[in-house]
């Protein structure tokens, strides 16, 4: 199972987004579940499981309350240029242009777009060899300019089969962006290839809860264990979700619920969810007593 999950927050568009992205990386790509949840504060929300190029995300519908932003994007790694290409044109539908296709220092064939649902992709011409397509990637910016190698030198802390990969630095005369702040960097979680940069320029963004990393638990230690270490911002803990010292949003899962989310039984469905929804770091024992002593169908 995939220690750290990619959660995408749509307003109504989970399920047309899952399988529009799913159609354009095709290859080892598929929507996997869908379960509906009933009477949450954002009424009835679809929660998506999908698998893109061997990885998995999920997604939900909950409300038009975060906007996708370029803060999080998902860089793509292309054997070819005319894969590049091809994505491109695919995911650039409806969207638009944040750095053009092109030819750049670092990437023969690279763009960056927003697609038509606001999701940010890095499309990048790669010769090196990578088992992983898609690679998440934060941008520090604004109040967390500067911050990226404290960043990741934070979360290979938190995580176990952790490394610091990949440094490269702005150097003199790269302004606005400070010497020795960082222009690139790739780092492991749990076997897993994540990216980071900082910006000092002034784009008025910053991370918020359209994206999260859902990272699934084995037991309640677990849970306990990753609340403890990564929640910083009290007043943010609800359902599962905690913000950390960045402003990133995770959110700390049993693998037993996602187990108990995707029963056929609509009153053991609802009795957990009405659970959950009062909780703020989930208590899997008490999961676990509702799902078992809901009402039957």
Not at 141 to 153: F, L, P, Q, S, V
Not at 198 to 212: K, L, M, P, T, V
Not at 251 to 269: C, G, V
Request: aromatic share 14%.
């Amino acid at each position: 199972m995939q220690k750290i999950v990619p959660h995408l927050w749509f307003d109504k568009e989970a399920k047309e987004a899952a399988e529009f992205y799913v159609s354009i990386f095709s290859d080892n790509s598929e929507v996997t579940n869908i379960t509906t949840i009933h009477n949450t504060p954002s009424g009835d929300c679809d929660i998506v499981s999908f698998v893109l190029a061997g990885q998995d995300f999920m997604a939900i519908n909950a409300g038009p309350f975060f906007q996708f932003n370029p803060s999080v994007s998902f860089m793509v790694y292309c054997q070819s240029k005319e894969t590049v290409d091809m994505l491109w044109d695919k995911l650039f539908e409806g969207g638009t242009t944040l750095m053009p296709l092109d030819s750049y220092p670092f990437s023969e064939r690279y763009g960056w777009l927003q697609d038509k649902y606001g999701l940010s992709w890095q499309i990048m011409h790669s010769t090196q060899e990578t088992t992983q397509k898609i690679t998440p990637s934060l941008l520090f910016t604004g109040d967390i300019y500067g911050k990226a190698e404290e960043a990741i030198n934070f979360y290979i802390s938190a995580f176990q089969n952790a490394n610091f990969d990949v440094k490269s630095r702005y150097e003199k005369g790269e302004a606005p962006d400070a010497e020795g702040t960082l222009k690139f960097a790739a780092f492991t979680l749990e076997g897993q290839k994540f990216a980071a940069m900082d910006s000092g320029h002034e784009h008025g963004f910053s991370f918020n809860e359209a994206i999260s990393f859902l990272v699934n638990c084995e037991d309640q230690t677990e849970v306990d264990y990753y609340w403890e270490k990564l929640s910083a911002v009290p007043e943010a803990e609800q359902c599962g979700w905690l913000k950390d010292k960045y402003g990133f949003s995770w959110q700390i899962s049993p693998i037993q619920l996602n187990e108990m989310m995707r029963t056929n039984d609509r009153d053991k469905l609802n009795s957990i969810t009405q659970a959950f929804l009062k909780m703020k770091k989930f208590d899997l024992a008490a999961l676990e007593k509702a799902y078992r002593e809901s009402k039957t169908s």
